[in-house]
Nanobody, 121 residues
Framework: QVQLMESGGGLVPPGGSLRLSCPASGRLFSGYTIGWYRQAPGKQRQAVAGLTHGGATIYSDSVKGRFTISRDNNKTTVYLQMDDLKPEDTAVYYC???????????????WGQGTQVTVSS
C-alpha cells in the first residue's frame, strides 16, 4: 500500500506562484511514475504533470512552460512548482503514484486526498 499526502495549496492572485508537495510512504515499487492531476468543479480529473522513475517529465499543454515537476534525491517526495497561475488553474490537485501502464493511465493508481488551489483576484 502507498500513502500520499499533498500540501501547499491556497489562494493566489493571477500571475502568482505556489509549490505543492507530496511525500510518499509505504511500499513503492521500482518503475513507478508519480504525477499530479487536477479536477475543477463540474469537470473530469485531468493529468497535469508526470515524472517517471527514470526521470522523464511529461506535461499537459495547458501547463507546459509554467509548471515544473520534480522530486527529492530520496525519490520519496514529489513537488509541483506552479508559476504564472491563471484562474483556469483553479482546481483540487491530486498526487498519484502509478504502476504498470503508461502516462496518464496505470493498472494500479494510488491517490492522495487532494489540495485546493484557487487563483483569483
Amino acid at each position: 500500500q502507498v500513502q500520499l499526502m499533498e500540501s501547499g495549496g491556497g489562494l493566489v492572485p493571477p500571475g502568482g506562484s505556489l509549490r505543492l508537495s507530496c511525500p510518499a510512504s509505504g511500499r513503492l515499487f521500482s518503475g513507478y511514475t508519480i504525477g499530479w492531476y487536477r479536477q475543477a468543479p463540474g469537470k473530469q480529473r485531468q493529468a497535469v504533470a508526470g515524472l517517471t522513475h527514470g526521470g522523464a517529465t511529461i506535461y499537459s499543454d495547458s501547463v507546459k512552460g509554467r509548471f515544473t515537476i520534480s522530486r527529492d534525491n530520496n525519490k520519496t517526495t514529489v513537488y509541483l512548482q506552479m508559476d504564472d497561475l491563471k484562474p483556469e488553474d483553479t482546481a483540487v490537485y491530486y498526487c498519484m503514484a502509478g504502476y504498470s501502464g503508461n502516462w496518464p493511465t496505470y493498472a494500479y493508481m494510488y491517490w492522495g486526498q487532494g489540495t485546493q488551489v484557487t487563483v483569483s483576484s
